[in-house]
C-alpha cells in the first residue's frame, strides 16, 4: 500500500520563541512510532530553494507565527488524489489553564514522582 505523505503544520501567536512547538515535535513522534520510524531520520523541518523529490515516509513540519493565533495544528495525510487532516484550533488560553486544574486536582494525595497529562487522562 502507498505511504501517504505527512505534514505538521503549526500556527501559534507572533511571540512563540520555539520551532517546531512542543506540540508540532509530539504529533510528529507519534505519527514516527506509528510508522515504526526514528522522526529525527525523517523529518523535514526547513525546505527553501532546489529542495529535490520528497522522501518518502518523511515527515515534514511547516511553521507559521501571527498575531494573537492561541495555537493551531493539523495532521495532513496526502495521498494520490486525496487528502486528510485532523486539526485542533485553540481559540483560548483557558483550555490550557482548565487542563492544569484538572492536573492539580488528580495530583493531590498522589506519591512523588513524575507524572504527565497520559496519567490524569488515564491514556498512561
Avoid: C, Q
Avoid at 49 to 68: D, E, M, P, Q
Amino acid at each position: 500500500p502507498e505511504v501517504s505523505d505527512m505534514e505538521i503544520l503549526e500556527m501559534p501567536h507572533r511571540h512563540k520563541v520555539d520551532a517546531p512547538s512542543g506540540t508540532a515535535l509530539l504529533l510528529g513522534e507519534a505519527a514516527a512510532k506509528g510508522r515504526g520510524i526514528d522522526l529525527a531520520d525523517n523529518s523535514v523541518r526547513v525546505r527553501d530553494g532546489h529542495t529535490g523529490v520528497r522522501k518518502a515516509g518523511s515527515i515534514g513540519f511547516a511553521t507559521l507565527r501571527g498575531g494573537s493565533v492561541v495555537g493551531d495544528h493539523s495532521v495532513i495525510l496526502a495521498g494520490t488524489g486525496e487528502r486528510i487532516t485532523l486539526s485542533h484550533h485553540a481559540e483560548d488560553r483557558a483550555i490550557f489553564a482548565r487542563g492544569a486544574v484538572k492536573a492539580a486536582l488528580w495530583a493531590r494525595g498522589k506519591k512523588p514522582g513524575l507524572y504527565s497529562m497520559r496519567d490524569v487522562l488515564g491514556l498512561s
